[in-house]
């Protein structure tokens, strides 16, 4: 039987066991996009690491106000409307709704003194906007005052930089060629729904219905992701390409090939690096094996590696398949897989909100203009 054993993370080492989902001396949080794939992952995460909020908001469209959502297994939440809610008192946002929602709502969220955590494209390459994984440059977060904003990592840079990250410690990285293989869930339940349909028409001889895809999903795969640029590459793949170079390094050269696959949940990357000088294999595993948020699974055997469906609901991003690659000098080449929805943007969001709340933020704002408890003093 398949099993997969997870570290601990040091923002775990933060959050609060109660048998009582709320923290009267808790942050206010809310969720733009609450009622979404991503959002409904954010709420979940922050009860299953018992993150010490007083309130969580789910913040929707009109359309689905009202809509319930569990917290954990003694709380629901129920959606509010995102276009008449008062930021006021609210600590912290995380949104998950798209760059054009973030774009309207973002700035009233500052304005009323709440820090968004947004998890869209719009903000990540913003000079003064810090771009975060919490494992691999968690010092960043403390720009967030310079806007008010932190910018969540495409859900592909992200276990990306975390496969990347204790390996240019070792020896600093000179090239990166990535090829993904990214889930349906990646694009939202429309697409996912796409999927399942496409599949189910190809067994009862149906008619093939396609919204979200740019072809068919089912039994196919996509090279392609976000829009076309002038250069030819897609936008999916230039995030990937400058966001790496604005969380590791500058000087890295990296080529991505984004390819969406007939798979529910999580995404995976055949990951070929170049270093600017000598390697050793044994020392690369060991500096994998030793990362935070990082597991090695990866066994020369048959069914010796981790698949999507194996990590779908896992925290850690998980890297198989590590070998040398001798068609370069100083080479190695590796498979690399994570929950999307997770790491790859639910999680990551929270545990910046974790260390915002430890490191920075501290008070939060409904307990600002009053005397500490005894609890507290």
């Known amino acids: 039987m398949f099993s997969l054993t997870r570290k601990l993370t040091s923002t775990e080492h933060f959050c ?10 808790g942050f206010i949080v809310a969720i733009v996009g609450g009622t979404g ?57 995380l949104s ?5 929602v973030s774009k309207t709502f973002a700035p ?71 090829a993904t293989y990214q889930s349906v869930s990646g694009s939202g339940k429309g ?38 640029l002038d250069d030819g590459q897609t936008k999916e793949e230039w995030k990937m390409q400058s966001e790496i170079r604005k969380i590791l390094s500058p000087d890295i050269a990296l080529i991505a090939t984004c390819v969406r696959v007939p798979v529910f949940i999580s995404h995976a990357s055949a990951i070929t690096i170049e270093f600017t000088g000598p390697i050793d294999l044994k020392d690369a595993r060991r500096a994998l094996e030793n990362a935070p948020g990082v597991s090695v699974f990866d066994k020369r055997e048959d069914g010796g590696y981790v698949t999507p469906i194996d990590c779908a609901g896992e925290d850690d991003v998980y890297i198989s398949r590590l070998r040398v690659d001798p068609s370069c000098e100083n ?25 915002l709340a ?9 307990l600002q203009d009053k005397k500490p408890s005894a609890q507290l003093a």
């Open 37 to 93: 794939a991503v959002g409904r992952e954010m709420i979940a995460i922050l009860a299953e690491r018992g993150f010490p909020a007083k309130k969580v908001i789910p913040l929707a469209s009109h359309r689905s106000v009202g809509q319930q959502i569990s917290y954990g297994d003694e709380a629901t939440l129920t959606a509010q409307d995102l276009a008449t809610y008062d930021f006021a008192g609210t600590d912290i946002v």
């Open 108 to 178: 009233r969220a500052t304005e009323a003194g709440a820090v968004v955590i947004d998890n869209t494209s719009l903000f990540r390459m913003e000079p003064d906007v810090p771009l975060v994984v919490p494992e691999v440059n968690p010092g960043a977060i403390a720009d967030y005052h310079k806007r008010g904003i932190i910018a969540n990592g495409n859900c592909s840079t992200i276990p990306l930089s975390l496969a990347l990250a204790p390996l240019h410690k070792l020896v600093p990285i000179r090239r990166v060629v990535v």
């Open 331 to 355: 080479g190695l080449a590796l498979w690399c897989v994570s929950d999307n929805l997770r790491k790859g943007a639910a999680l990551n969001s929270v545990q910046i909100a974790e260390l």
């Open 96 to 100: 998950s709704a798209g760059a054009n």
């Open 358 to 366: 430890r490191d920075h933020l501290k008070t939060p704002a409904h």
């Open 191 to 228: 697409a996912m729904d796409e999927l399942f349909e496409q599949t189910r028409a190809v067994y009862v001889n149906d008619t093939m219905k396609k919204s979200f895809m740019t072809k068919q999903i089912a039994f196919n795969v996509i090279p392609h992701i976000d829009v076309f």
């Open 16 to 25: 609060m066991s109660s048998d009582h989902p709320f923290d009267p001396q």
